[in-house]
């Protein structure tokens, strides 16, 4: 079936809405060959630049920049069977369908970690980090045979660009599915740019100011998250929509919706070219002052991606853009939409700093349809726009590691001013993506690759490690990028490498301007085999202190044996690292001096904590599991920590639960240490494994001992498509809500009786 006869048995037999209708006839004509073409021969669309730089609509104004190939995300297909269900599942996608194509469960969420990753080691200080320019490679004592620098590399021009994707991608940059070029992703109408003469002040939030705000790693940095509020409102993301809910307890009701697929430009509605574009779901939200962010991805289809095979279709997706829409919410139930920024690849992180957003994406190359070409920086620059203006990121802001990127990609960062409505700096790292954390002068990115170059000697093996010990063969590392903040001007100012891997965010901590990590690597005595079929494996935990070069200063090469690490967190000069096999040990680190880290005790009980979280002074709060198993529960554990050389368990409580968001997200807990109150979300199993219920449970912790103090229902239909991961609770005032991408419910915070819900 030919890509015009597949549009207009479309067009014809599902009834589309008037403006897709439009635009399916327009997609029809690309088919056929009767639309305009531009000067390099792809299908001209009104508004977009053309090869030599001219609209290809008269009178139409020219982006600053021309417009980038939108292939990025590693592709995932939905595959219906049958002519009429293909028909269907595009017609639906063009409309906005929520959670898949043809409600089939293919949800648009970012891929995993690509195989092979960034580059290798080193780089310059900056502000907040110790002097020195680095070295070629890392010399010294045991301890820092586990890590590499060397200086900053960034492209000096895009063939440099070009030159290293290529050799990443193994010679060839284009896709398997090849495809002919066909045009541009369609131009991006002029949006309002933001204007904050004469806004309102805003009212007092909440009842005294006094709600809750997203539980974040570092202190004065928000993270973005499904669930926000101001204490006036409640934000909820919803699949495309954003909820804004007034919490007003037993009269809690509904202000209204944000629809992200209609608010921003040139989504659902542009179906040209033969490639569809349509809004992904709203990953996170970020509150900047009046403002209200959404973050999604925009995803795009080729018409040339269907093929027919036995009597099916199929068609791909990819992620082309990370968009963030602002809002204007200074009285939320009149929110209006006042531009958007966008980078290209997919979502994976957000900070806030003041009024800063730090924005990160991975944009993958040559995955998709478009061919890469050298001479077209537009088929594998990364590029950023600011409301409809597309810039390309420049050569110098794009870092090529010192050994060469091990996959074909980026890894795009960018810091906008949300309040000044500008885009103040952009930066990118070849090489993949993985683990980011933001401390208050840097952002980091952490990048874990597998090594299968088996062939490596021994030698260079034991070199690399140290201490009478050799590396497994294909043994995982971890790239690290330093990109300083600058207030928004940022710089990629150091690259790395240290052997094993990384849990999480919480494995990474920048103090005294020194990062601290937690690592599990896997290693041989020297001399034995180090082919995994030899038993010869020895898994240990390590901590690592690497200054500003990613230079090792200081180190503790092993922590323990053949556990894996279950639970980090740095507090100032003290480390927590919880591991786990059959027991909890707990370790207590000295990182004071960053160039003798040491460890201060070890306590072993039952279970593991999976999330730690600093409560008062001298008291660390775990959640985790009860036991060796899932069956055995999870529980809460609260540790004395007053004297570090000899931390003990203070309290703990187990609940009959499964397992518990607040183990994989620590974004799902709620923790008022005033008040002596924890929340989080769990989930079990009937008896015969038929049921399963979700809970929001709430716990207090006063003088010593902890007691469940509510078991709060969270509706829960399997039928639905309902994003059980949302579950979030907010604190107002005087009441609880607990929040669902489809629900709100409120509770008294005296006794958690429920004062009333709505359904959203």
């Given at each position: ?70 292939t990025a995300k590693p592709r995932r297909t939905a595959r219906l069977f049958g002519l009429a269900a293909g028909i269907a599942a595009v017609a ?669």
């Open positions: 079936m030919s890509d015009q006869e597949f549009f207009q048995a479309m067009r014809d037999q599902m009834h589309p809405a008037p403006e897709v209708r439009q635009a399916l006839d327009q997609a029809i004509a690309q088919a056929s060959g009767t639309a305009g073409t531009a000067a390099d021969g792809a299908p001209a669309v009104p508004g977009m630049p053309v090869a030599d730089g001219t609209s290809s609509q008269p009178g139409q104004p020219v982006p600053a920049a021309p417009m980038p190939a939108v639906l996608a063009a409309g906005g369908v929520g959670y898949g194509i043809g409600h089939q469960g293919q949800g648009e969420t970012t891929a995993g970690p690509a195989a092979g990753q960034t580059g290798r080691a080193g780089g310059t200080g900056s502000a907040g980090q110790p002097g020195g320019t680095g070295s070629d490679t890392t010399t010294g004592g045991d301890e820092e045979g586990a890590a590499t620098g060397s200086g900053v590399a960034t492209a000096g021009d895009y063939q440099a660009v070009y030159d290293a994707l290529e050799k990443a991608g193994g010679g060839s940059l284009n896709g398997q599915y090849g495809g002919a070029d066909r045009g541009d992703s369609v131009a991006v109408t002029e949006a309002a740019s933001a204007d904050t003469a004469g806004v309102k002040a805003l009212p007092a939030t909440g009842p005294g100011g006094d709600y809750s705000e997203t539980n974040v790693q570092v202190e004065g940095i928000d993270e973005g998250d499904i669930v926000k509020t101001d204490g006036r409102a409640i934000y909820i993301a919803s699949n495309k929509q954003v909820v804004i809910v007034n919490p007003d307890g037993a009269n809690t009701t509904k202000l209204g919706g944000l629809d992200t697929a209609v608010d921003s430009p040139g989504s659902a509605e542009d179906l040209v070219a033969g490639r569809i574009v349509l809004p992904g779901q709203v990953f996170d939200l970020m509150l900047v002052d009046h403002y209200l962010v959404a973050l999604v991805n925009e995803y795009t289809a080729e018409a040339s991606g269907l093929s027919e095979w036995g009597g099916g279709a199929s068609m791909y997706f990819d992620s082309a853009r990370t968009k963030a829409l602002v809002y204007d919410v200074t009285d939320p139930a009149d929110a209006t939409y006042v531009t958007e920024y966008a980078q290209s690849g997919s979502y994976l992180a957000s900070r806030l700093q003041g009024n800063i957003l730090y924005l990160v994406s991975y944009y993958p190359i040559g995955s998709g349809y478009r061919p890469v070409v050298a001479e077209d920086t537009r088929t594998y620059v990364p590029y950023v726009w600011n409301g409809t203006e597309a810039t390309a990121v420049a050569a110098d802001a794009i870092m090529i590691p010192a050994d060469g990127a091990d996959a074909a990609a980026y890894s795009v960062a960018t810091a906008i001013d949300i309040a000044g409505g500008t885009v103040l700096g952009e930066a990118s790292v070849m090489g993949g993506q993985g683990t980011v954390y933001m401390s208050q002068d840097n952002l980091y990115l952490a990048i874990t690759q597998w090594d299968y170059n088996w062939d490596t000697t021994a030698e260079t093996r034991a070199s690399s490690v140290g201490d009478g010990m050799v590396l497994m063969q294909g043994q995982a590392t971890t790239k690290l990028a330093r990109i300083a903040l600058n207030g928004g001007a940022l710089q990629v100012a150091a690259e790395g490498e240290i052997t094993g891997t990384l849990l999480n965010q919480f494995a990474l901590d920048e103090y005294d301007g020194y990062l601290r990590l937690a690592t599990t690597e896997s290693v041989a005595e020297q001399g034995e085999p180090t082919d995994w079929s030899s038993d010869n494996a020895i898994t240990r935990v390590s901590l690592l202190v690497l200054d500003g070069n990613f230079q090792v200063v200081g180190s503790i090469p092993q922590l323990i044996q053949n556990e894996s690490i279950q639970a980090v967190r740095f507090t100032g000069a003290v480390g927590y690292v919880v591991t786990f096999l059959r027991t909890d040990p707990l370790f207590t680190l000295d990182l004071s001096d960053p160039t003798a880290p040491s460890i201060m005790s070890e306590l072993e009980i039952p279970g593991f904590s999976a999330y730690l979280h600093p409560w008062a002074d001298g008291e660390l709060l775990g959640v985790g599991q009860a036991g060796e198993l899932s069956s055995d529960g999870l529980k809460l554990s609260m540790f004395n920590t007053s004297d570090p050389f000899n931390v003990t368990e203070l309290a703990t409580i187990p609940f009959d639960m499964y397992h518990s968001l607040a183990m994989d997200d620590h974004k799902a807990v709620w923790a008022d240490v005033d008040r002596g109150l924890i929340g989080l979300s769990a989930y079990q199993y009937s008896e015969d494994w038929s049921e399963l219920t979700y809970h929001y449970l709430v716990f207090s912790y006063a003088d010593g001992e902890f007691a469940q103090v509510a078991d709060l229902a969270v509706p829960y239909d399997s039928a639905a498509q309902w994003n059980m991961d949302s579950i979030r609770g907010v604190q107002i005032g005087d009441a609880l809500y607990v929040c669902t991408d489809h629900s709100v419910d409120a509770y008294t915070l005296d006794g958690f009786a429920k004062l009333g819900g709505i359904s959203l």
